[in-house]
């Protein structure tokens, strides 16, 4: 009885296909493919990293509608090397993906010849948010100059308590740190940092590496061509694709301090996966990291069953 029902079941199956056009057995049969590229095996510096927002009067309301970040060197010491950590930094690099259908003998070039241009593609952001033993601070009322105490007089005169009516008051600038965290300097937070107005009177000690973070600019958006990862494509049965990728000679520039040096020291690996149905494929053909050199690549394959 098993047996005939197990009949019963191949030929309602091969009537049912029987039933189905070509175009829909090989709608079947396709995967949905994608490819990511990430840098890994680098180092970045850590910060300790707050919110900065100047309230002088209080009311929990940024008195210029702005949030700062605020980072200072882990440890906080003198003549202390910065602490550096792990990061998968956004990095340029060249990719070409190409496919060998199963009715061909020949690969086709499924991306535009602008991916090959190094400067088009960044591998993702460092996007760590690391709690450590960072603790808030306190309330930071500064003294930043002189006026003259009357009824219509500037919340900031209105703090001093010792001024006589018309006669000369101190004025004071009050901020707030909250959400203390820590970053690294290639996280894109630190990368899109503003110079925070505590620079404005003690230049030396908010300055770079104490209060204004990184002073990179944005490398840009992450992915292919600006476009965001992964890369996309229709796999079919017995079809074979090929990925290739090479490092960019020089990291982006952006990713450089004040005084011209990289953010990050160590030379990257560059990373490719390749997921099918959104299955990590593990077994590939050749390789999918480079190697710590400048310029590197890697290239590897993948035939679909």
């Not at 009322?141 to 002189?146: A, E, H, Q, Y």
């Not at 899109?192 to 204004?212: E, I, Q």
């Not at 074979?240 to 960019?248: D, F, P, Q």
């Not at 149905?277 to 890697?298: E, K, M, Q, Y």
């Amino acid at each position: 009885m098993r047996f005939a029902a197990r009949l019963a079941g191949v030929l309602l199956l091969t009537v049912g296909l029987l039933g189905c056009d070509k175009a829909q057995i090989a709608q079947l049969q396709t995967q949905v493919a994608t490819v990511t590229i990430n840098v890994v095996g680098t180092d970045a510096e850590l910060f300790n990293v707050w919110d900065l927002i100047e309230d002088t009067n209080l009311d929990g309301v940024p008195d210029d509608g702005m949030v700062y970040l605020f980072c200072e060197s882990v440890p906080v010491a003198p003549n202390a090397p910065p602490i550096m950590i792990g990061v998968e930094p956004p990095w340029h690099h060249s990719v070409r993906i190409s496919i060998l259908r199963a009715d061909s003998t020949e690969f086709e070039q499924l991306t535009d010849d602008v991916y090959l241009n190094p400067d088009m593609n960044l591998s993702p952001y460092d996007d760590q948010i690391l709690l450590g033993n960072v603790v808030q601070k306190p309330n930071l009322t500064i003294m930043v100059g002189t006026g003259t105490c009357s009824t219509t007089t500037t919340t900031s005169c209105q703090m001093d308590p010792d001024c006589p009516m018309g006669e000369t008051c101190r004025l004071f600038r009050t901020f707030r740190w909250s959400n203390a965290r820590q970053l690294t300097a290639v996280n894109r937070n630190v990368l899109l940092a503003t110079s925070n107005p505590l620079t404005d009177f003690d230049a030396v000690t908010y300055s770079y590496r104490n209060g204004k973070c990184s002073e990179s600019l944005d490398p840009g958006p992450s992915g292919f061509a600006g476009a965001p990862q992964p890369f996309t494509f229709m796999l079919g049965k017995g079809d074979t694709i090929k990925v290739e990728a090479r490092k960019a000679l020089a990291p982006p520039a952006e990713l450089r301090d004040v005084v011209g040096n990289p953010l990050t020291v160590i030379e990257p690996v560059i990373v490719g996966r390749l997921q099918v149905d959104g299955i990590n494929i593990g077994s590939l053909g050749g390789d999918s990291t480079s190697g710590p050199v400048a310029g590197d690549g890697f290239s590897f394959f993948y035939s679909s069953r």
